[in-house]
């Protein structure tokens, strides 16, 4: 969506503060043995006292409020009871909400506990990496140039990226126009970022795989070549300076 009245910025700051809450006390919440259902259940919770509508369950029926993907798993992860957190596991949870008409997404991947395999240099390139694009991001700038950089820095990092899970507009439905705000640079899409428009930007930044592939379940991605990936959210507005994030109350990086 493009916001056009004042009560749309109030209408998207008070869902993204909702959606940044949750995540933010669900990481505080996780815990090594818990299992992924009474995490989601908390954050469930969480939107409900706010009077929020989970995203991913209203729209597609995902058997979830939110998504928990732990280790190979590289998002659209089920929060289910068989799912036990580790010490030192990588997880990322993906919260999407509706409230009052307007809708926010944010994300961010972590490692639980100690760092016992390594994958806090994933978590922290992921991290910068979003930082950095966010400040690039401004009004008339085409999104494969976007794209592109994101790839390049990743590159540069010792990463590679997901090319088949992308950002995208929100704002008055979950996926808006631009529907795809790719990792890569993709020559094909000559679109341009627009003034007060709302969008998703995410990372999916890999040790290996470059695709993502749907398992059995319907829903769980893993990578194409294995290894691992870090991704991370923010809900932000386009502007002629750099954006506004309105998500920003995880303090994800």
């Not at 409900?48 to 995203?55: D, F, I, L, P, T």
């Not at 957190?85 to 990588?90: A, P, S, Y």
């Not at 700038?141 to 390049?152: K, L, T």
């Not at 990936?229 to 998500?247: F, K, N, R, S």
Request: contains cysteine.
């Amino acid at each position: 969506m493009s916001i056009t009245r004042a009560e749309e910025w109030v209408g998207l700051q008070a869902i993204s503060d909702v959606v940044g809450e949750t995540l933010r006390q669900m990481r505080e919440y996780a815990q090594p043995g818990m299992r992924a259902k009474e995490l989601d259940e908390f954050g469930g919770a969480l939107l409900a006292r706010a009077g929020a509508r989970s995203a991913p369950k209203v729209t597609y029926g995902f058997p979830g409020y939110t998504c928990i993907s732990v280790n190979q798993e590289v998002a659209h992860g089920i929060p289910s009871a068989n799912k036990i957190l580790q010490e030192g596991d990588l997880v990322n949870i993906d919260v999407s909400a509706e409230l009052d008409g307007y809708w926010a997404d944010n994300g961010g991947s972590f490692v639980l506990g100690r760092d016992l395999h390594g994958h806090q240099s994933l978590v922290n390139a992921s991290k910068l990496i979003l930082q950095e694009t966010i400040a690039e991001i401004r009004s008339g700038v085409r999104i494969a140039e976007i794209g592109g950089y994101m790839e390049r820095r990743a590159k540069a990092l010792g990463f590679t990226v997901i090319r088949n899970l992308t950002g995208h507009g929100i704002g008055r439905s979950l996926h808006e126009a631009p529907r795809e705000i790719a990792n890569y640079y993709d020559r094909y899409n000559r679109a341009k970022f627009q003034r007060n428009s709302v969008i998703a930007l995410e990372t999916f930044i890999s040790t290996r795989s470059t695709m993502a592939d749907t398992q059995k379940d319907g829903w769980t991605l893993v990578g194409n070549k294995g290894g691992y990936v870090a991704q991370h959210e923010h809900t932000l507005v386009v502007t002629d300076g750099e954006p506004v994030i309105l998500t920003h109350s995880n303090q994800i990086y």
